[in-house]
């Protein structure tokens, strides 16, 4: 069945910079594009960014461009965000998801991502 | 501010049927984009619950139904259970905006 596990989460400073990893099982990765979510605490669903199967087109939520970077290795069957010049407003958890048309079908358990000084 | 707004919370006693609305615009459920639901357990992961408008994921009971008209969509619960509470939301994209957007989400309280 899918699988999706993320990881990387943890606290880092304001400005500082941090890399989440989501690693695919139980399906063709390179079959389908993927995406992050993020929620905050207490918060509602946030769309972050989206990758499609080959990586050749990315989009980003306008809170996010130009600082995060989407990327994938459909040989390591993985999905990545390199994100920099964090803000406290970053805080949340992050969530990988599998993506069909415009929906994501499948997610991961998340992982925390804490700004703070 | 989400493009995309829903009643901050509903409730019902078991048994009945409680609908949540997702009231989007002409750039996004009034275009013709589909609404896609999300269902969020307490402490979970959101799960795909509806997508397409109608459509339900295979092991989604029938008791979720999804419908579209205009520019809004609906969720309705019907036979409404005590493990129905959580967090619902609607999700769709918004050509205004060229990005997809949530709902503000409904919180479900099975009284």
């Known amino acids: 069945q899918v699988h999706l596990v993320e990881s990387g989460g943890t606290l880092v400073k304001p400005g500082g910079s941090l890399r989440l990893s989501c690693a695919a099982s139980g399906f063709t990765f390179s079959d389908y594009h993927m995406t992050w979510i993020r929620q905050a605490p207490g918060k509602g669903l946030e769309w972050v960014s989206y990758?499609?199967?080959?990586?050749?087109?990315?989009h980003y939520a306008d809170s996010v461009k130009g600082r995060f970077t989407i990327s994938r290795d459909n040989a390591r069957n993985s999905l990545y965000l390199q994100m920099n010049s964090l803000r406290a407003e970053d805080t949340a958890v992050y969530y990988c998801?599998?993506?069909?048309?415009?929906?994501?079908?499948?997610w991961g358990q998340g992982t925390l991502v804490t700004v703070s000084s | 501010q989400s493009v995309l707004t829903q009643p901050p919370s509903v409730s019902g006693a078991p048994g009945q049927r409680v609908t949540i609305s997702c009231t989007g615009s002409s750039s996004n459920i009034g275009a013709g984009y589909d609404a896609h639901w999300y269902q969020q357990l307490p402490g979970t992961a959101p799960k795909l619950l509806i997508y397409g408008n109608i459509n339900r994921p295979s092991g989604v009971p029938d008791r979720f139904s999804g419908s579209k008209s205009g520019t809004s969509a609906s969720l309705a619960i019907t036979g409404l259970q005590a493990e129905d509470e959580a967090d619902y939301y609607c999700?769709?994209?918004?050509?205004?905006?060229?990005?997809?957007?949530f709902g503000t989400g409904t919180q479900v309280t099975v009284l």
């Open positions: 998801a599998r993506t069909g048309e415009a929906v994501a079908n499948y």
């Open positions: 999700q769709s994209y918004d050509s205004r905006l060229s990005a997809y957007v």
């Open positions: 990758i499609t199967t080959s990586g050749s087109t990315t």
